[in-house]
Each structure stands twice: as C-alpha cells, then as structure tokens.
C-alpha cells in the first residue's frame, strides 16, 4: 500500500442497509477525515480524527459513525442507509494534529442509495 | 464554525489568459488558507497555500494573495493550459489548532479553452 487507500470503489445499495466504507492510510499520519462531495456544495466534513482513539463530528454527521481503533484505519459506516446519502465519500488524512498540514486525499467511494 | 464563500462557481477563458478565483471567510481565527484541484473523475490535490504572516506566495504560473483585514484570498492562474481545466475549492483553517480541520468552499469549475 502507497499513500491512502478507499474500498470499494463503488457500491449500490439498497435503502435500509447498512455499509462501511473503508480507509487505510501508511503514512503514519495522525489525523484523519471522512467528507462527502455533492454537486455544488463542495466537500464537507462528516466526521475526523485527531489521533488514534479520538474522533469528533463535522458538519454533517447525522446517519454516520466512525471509529479510530488504531493510526492506519478510519472506517465509516451507514447504520441505515437512506437515498439522501447518494454523495462521492472522501476519505483523507494529515500528519500533524494541527493545521499547516496537507490533507492527503483517498480515490474515492462512490455510494448509490436506491 | 468558519464560512468559506467562493466566486464564481464557474469560469471559462481563452488559453493563455489569466484566471482569478475569490473566497472570502468568516471567522477571523482562520490563519491557513490552502487551495486543491480535482480534475474530472479523480482526487483533490493541494496545489498552493498560504499562511496569515504572508500576503502573497507564488509557484510558477500559480499565485495566491491574501488580505486578512478584509478577510478574502484569491488564487491566480497566469497563461492558463487546457490541463488546468478543473475543480477548485479554497479552504481555511485554525492553522496550529489542534483541529486541523479545512472548511471548503463550493468549489470553482475553470474550463480552458484551445
């Protein structure tokens, strides 16, 4: 592995299920992010982690969870998936817990809801 | 929270010309001011930022400025490429802060005309 990874690549899914998108980063960074990119609103923060064990809510966190069991992994996951979560999820990570850092970004997961 | 506002939400030019995107942001704290670029398809890269202590940083054809007093940064594109063709978001953030958390703007579709 080089870099941060996503898995899958894409998914549908139907109303109701549940879904983990998964993020694995060797860099050794100490923070990560989950965002969600739709057409015309840019990307926005779902949930973050500053370092392994800690995490915190972003601007959009309702209908996800995460956890941070260790540095590497940031999984995100849909308890029940609803329509309105159609979106294109990024995960990223950073090295520091503080700002001047750059987020480094997965390829994406593109989510479907029916 | 911060509120990044961008302009315009799209931008065509003639190659060669020169391109100017606008954000400006709310909370005064902000002090980290970094730019991505997502080509169609693929992941936003970090292409120029730029600190609170700097009023201007360039990297090639890219240039960034920044008035903190008015609170806006723009980004500059001189002789611009068809390559340069893509998504821009502007981003702040409490550099240093032990958040590290980017607020996005709604991203800028530049298309470069031949």
């Known amino acids: 592995i080089a870099g941060i990874t996503q898995a899958p690549t894409s998914q549908i899914l139907a109303a109701g299920r549940r879904m983990t998108l998964r993020c694995t980063q060797d860099m050794r960074h100490n923070a990560m992010y989950w965002y969600r990119q739709d057409l015309g609103l840019g990307l926005r923060l779902i949930h973050y982690?500053?370092?392994?064990?800690?995490?915190g809510k972003g601007e959009v966190p309702d209908g996800y969870s995460v956890s941070r069991a260790n540095t590497d992994d940031f999984p995100l996951t849909l308890a029940s998936a609803v329509p309105s979560q159609t979106s294109v999820y990024f995960c990223?990570?950073?090295?520091?817990?503080?700002?001047?850092?750059?987020?480094?970004f997965g390829p994406g997961t593109r989510l479907t809801v029916l | 929270g911060e509120n990044v506002e961008q302009h315009p939400s799209t931008l065509s030019v003639q190659e060669g010309d020169s391109a100017v995107i606008k954000c400006t942001y709310s909370?005064?704290?902000?002090?980290?001011f970094p730019w991505y670029k997502q080509e169609l398809g693929k992941r936003p890269q970090l292409i120029i930022d730029?600190?609170?202590?700097?009023g201007e940083k360039k990297d090639q054809r890219i240039a960034v400025t920044l008035n903190k007093t008015a609170k806006h940064f723009s980004l500059h594109i001189t002789e611009t490429q068809p390559e340069d063709s893509a998504v821009y978001f502007c981003?702040?953030?409490?550099?240093?802060?032990?958040?590290?958390?980017?607020?996005f703007g709604r991203g800028t579709q530049l298309t470069v005309w031949p």
């Open positions: 982690s500053n370092t392994a064990g800690t995490t």
């Open positions: 981003a702040a953030s409490m550099g240093g802060s032990t958040l590290g958390r980017l607020y």
């Open positions: 990223a990570s950073s090295p520091g817990q503080g700002a001047y850092n750059e987020q480094f």
């Open positions: 730029i600190r609170s202590n700097v």
């Open positions: 909370d005064s704290a902000s002090n980290y």
